[in-house]
T-cell receptor, first 114, second 114 residues
Framework: GESVGLHLPTLSVQEGDNSIINCAYSNSASDYFIWYKQESGKGPQFIID?????DKRQGQRVTVLLNKTVKHLSLQIAATQPGDSAVYFCAENAGGTSYGKLTFGQGTILTVHP | NAGVTQTPKFQVLKTGQSMTLQCAQDMNHNSMYWYRQDPGMGLRLIYY???????DKGEVPNGYNVSRLNKREFSLRLESAAPSQTSVYFC?????????????FGPGTRLTVL
């Protein structure tokens, strides 16, 4: 899994499988978390977010789970498709007077094989 | 609605040269950000602007200056480029209209300093 501040892990899956990308965060004061997808040569693209008063949030084919007890965040992608191949970043916002400043993890490379 | 736009897309500089990276957003957001992304790493915040007329340092501000020209535009200047500033630069704006804290990114400027 990924940690906000460590080396870049990789995940390879077959088309149609479910993917789970993990992220550990260190700031217990963080109250907002967000997942981005970055394709080669492009800017990060918003996928889904979650606030600290929630444990789970679902989007289209994606689910984010938040475990505040162990400071862990995960992104689940259902029925993974080749177009999902990208680098996935988690980011956290400590809230308060941080003016929306996000701290990013270093990313997980997802490769989907047809 | 173009979102966040950046110019130029690519730039090659010699050590000591100066340049300004341009960023504009058309979403009426108050907060804007400049990040750099180095190979195998997440995004690191250089500077941010919580509102028109204000700017603040992020995690890695040394060697950079910024100008919040108006609500739409936020520029990043390298006064004397160094090879260590070779990176991909992303501008973002934050959805503080709907208070979602989501940041939306531009396509990036790929800068090489020789």
């Amino acid at each position: 899994g990924e940690s906000v501040g460590l080396h870049l892990p990789t995940l390879s899956v077959q088309e149609g499988d479910n993917s789970i990308i993990n992220c550990a965060y260190s700031n217990s004061a963080s109250d907002y978390f967000i997942w981005y997808k970055q394709e080669s040569g492009k800017g990060p693209q918003f996928i889904i977010d979650i606030r600290s008063n929630m444990d789970k949030r679902q989007g289209q084919r994606v689910t984010v789970l938040l475990n505040k007890t162990v400071k862990h965040l995960s992104l689940q992608i259902a029925a993974t498709q080749p177009g999902d191949s990208a680098v996935y970043f988690c980011a956290e916002n400590a809230g308060g007077t941080s003016y929306g400043k996000l701290t990013f993890g270093q990313g997980t490379i997802l490769t989907v094989h047809p | 609605n173009a979102g966040v736009t950046q110019t130029p897309k690519f730039q090659v500089l010699k050590t000591g040269q100066s340049m300004t990276l341009q960023c504009a957003q058309d979403m009426n957001h108050n907060s804007m950000y400049w990040y750099r992304q180095d190979p195998g790493m997440g995004l690191r915040l250089i500077y941010y602007s919580a509102s028109e007329g204000t700017t603040d340092k992020g995690e890695v501000p040394n060697g950079y200056n910024v100008s919040r020209l108006n609500k739409r535009e936020f520029s990043l200047r390298l006064e004397s480029a160094a090879p260590s500033q070779t990176s991909v630069y992303f501008c973002a704006s934050r959805d503080d209209i709907l208070h979602t804290d989501t940041q939306y990114f531009g396509p990036g400027t790929r800068l090489t300093v020789l």
